[in-house]
């Protein structure tokens, strides 16, 4: 049988597969979701971690949201990868739009209901996520200008990774019915870097791997720049990562960690720089979301853990 005329949720787990991996984005969102509030409760002297019940439905609301950002990319990106992409599932008609649409809608009616009922503070939190997505998904109402300064077209979309952080520490902070510290401010820019060193890491491409109508920073850079770009990138998050740490009051080792862990993902950014090939590529993205995920861990989750089996 044609995938494309296949159940609904056999072409669900397709997508999935190929767009938005669950089991990876969810290790993913949930470690950033309990690092957030980790962090949080540490910088405000608070013993132990949230109650579970708030943590998983706090997980929920990342995950569903980061996978909300994924819809409307697709609604976004309808024209670029219908004319150059059409291997994506979406443009080759595994997935319809107005299906994700729906899906989408299913989504939001019950996040709504969800905090609502559970975690009513953090309504206003997801009122300014689901804001600032909207505009995303409209461009700012200035697209084709955006498309023609790509960086600022992705340093206002990244804008959204640290107000999921803000959304994820509010289940600390807020529902606690406190201020938040002000050296979450460090955690948030780190957060902001971090979704700049994914997003130049997972779009790196030798020459021969380039295509035609789709952004690389490799192409629009030369490999080069791209890749002392992206060093620079790691080294200055590194820099406000430490200084994350410091009012957190972490000691020597998680300096030690956070320094081991952007020299090793810099050492890859080099190997590719050296030898360009889809192999090497793909190390500087996997690179990348090594650094993301340690550096995360260093900050909240790590110290936490510690402090929660000591």
């Known amino acids: 049988m044609n995938e ?60 569903t949201l980061f996978f909300l950002v994924r819809v409307f990319d697709e609604f976004k990106d309808r024209e670029d990868d219908l004319k150059y992409r059409s291997y994506l599932p979406v443009p080759r008609g595994l997935i319809k739009l107005s299906e994700l649409r729906n899906l989408g809608i299913i989504i939001g009616i019950t996040q709504i209901a969800v905090i609502a009922y559970f975690q009513l503070p953090m309504l206003w939190l997801y009122a300014l996520v689901i804001v600032y997505l909207c505009l995303m998904g409209v461009e700012f109402f200035v697209g084709d200008w955006l498309k023609e300064h790509q960086i ?108 081991t862990l952007g020299l090793i993902a810099s050492l890859a950014g080099f190997k590719f720089k050296a030898k360009p090939s889809k192999k090497s590529a793909k190390l500087v993205e996997a690179a990348s979301g090594i650094w993301i995920i340690g550096m995360y861990l260093s900050l909240g989750g790590i110290p936490m853990i510690i402090d929660l089996i000591g």
């Not at 050296?183 to 890491?201: K, Q, R, W």
């Open 4 to 63: 494309n005329n296949q159940h609904i949720l056999k072409r669900l787990w397709i997508y999935q597969k190929e767009r938005f991996p669950l089991f990876v984005n969810l290790i993913a969102v949930t470690t950033f979701t309990f690092s957030a509030i980790s962090y949080s409760r540490i910088c405000r002297g608070e013993d132990g971690f949230v109650d579970l019940g708030t943590f998983l439905i706090g997980c929920f609301a990342t995950f």
């Open 152 to 259: 600022l077209y992705i340093t206002s979309h990244m804008i959204i990774i640290p107000l999921l952080d803000i959304y994820s520490s509010g289940l600390d902070w807020l529902l606690a019915g406190a201020k938040p510290h002000w050296g979450l401010a460090f955690f948030f820019v780190v957060s902001y870097m971090n979704g700049l060193i994914g997003e130049f890491g997972r779009k790196m491409k030798s020459t021969e791997d380039e295509e035609e109508g789709v952004t690389s920073y490799t192409g629009m850079w030369g490999i080069s720049k791209a890749v002392y770009i992206w060093v620079a990138c790691i080294f200055f998050t590194m820099l406000v990562a430490s200084l994350a740490a410091y009012f957190a009051g972490y000691g020597l080792i998680t300096f030690s960690v956070l320094f």
